[in-house]
């Protein structure tokens, strides 16, 4: 399988040259929110309004994938429903390390870890091979930047880039005001059937109501 949308939604976010991931918590929504995307594009996982239906178990042979399957099964309980919100908040905070050790494998980056005040691991993830986020950035630009066509798969990483607000890591080089317009547009496009842009609507409400509680837990 090519690299997942919560791959390319984590590279986007990663200094290329340090390593240091930027933006984490906003990061940790889209990540799950790629993995849940990508779930649904398997034909996985169905989400209709507030809850996600896990509908076929088989595996993809994607691990990254698989692996959330299996949590996603175990958090059911036996239900055969839960709640978009629930599960992307219980998943968020996992789903970083889950998709970092992926690129891991791919050798798409390397791990190295450092110690801070001498003492404490830090883990950071360099860039090892360039080409994957190079093509990722160059079909972003022509999509958002350039107005071609997105085909399915790249305006679902759009809507969830623009749902988690990170336009400033997707175009650091570009007017803000454009992008997010853009970004804006491509999400409420005819870019697919509507089961998927039902589900990335669903998920997005879900990311907007999961973040605005986790900042008023915050500010509490």
Not at 69 to 95: H, I, N, P
Not at 97 to 117: D, I, N, P
Request: aromatic share 4%; with cysteine.
């Amino acid at each position: 399988m090519a690299v997942t949308l919560a791959e390319e939604i984590m590279l986007v976010s990663l200094d290329d040259e340090s390593g240091s991931a930027r933006q984490r918590q906003a990061v940790g929504w889209a990540v799950a929110g790629g993995i849940l995307l990508e779930l649904v594009l398997a034909g996985k996982v169905s989400i209709a309004g507030k809850d996600l239906e896990l509908t076929d178990r088989t595996p993809t042979g994607e691990e990254l994938l698989d692996e959330r399957t299996a949590l996603m099964e175990t958090w059911l309980r036996g239900r055969s429903k839960g709640r978009v919100v629930q599960w992307l908040t219980k998943d968020q905070s996992k789903a970083v390390a889950a998709t970092l050790q992926s690129l891991c494998r791919r050798g798409v980056v390397v791990e190295t870890e450092h110690k801070a005040l001498g003492i404490f691991p830090v883990h950071r993830y360099p860039e090892a091979d360039g080409a994957v986020e190079a093509e990722l950035r160059d079909r972003l630009r022509a999509v958002v930047l350039d107005g071609a066509e997105p085909d399915t798969r790249t305006a679902g990483l759009v809507a969830l880039l623009h749902s988690a607000k990170l336009h400033a890591l997707a175009f650091p080089d570009s007017p803000r005001k454009e992008v997010v317009a853009r970004m804006s547009e491509i999400s409420a496009g005819q870019w697919s059937d509507e089961a998927i842009r039902a589900a990335i609507r669903d998920m997005q409400a879900a990311m907007t109501a999961a973040t605005a509680a986790a900042i008023a837990a915050a500010a509490g």
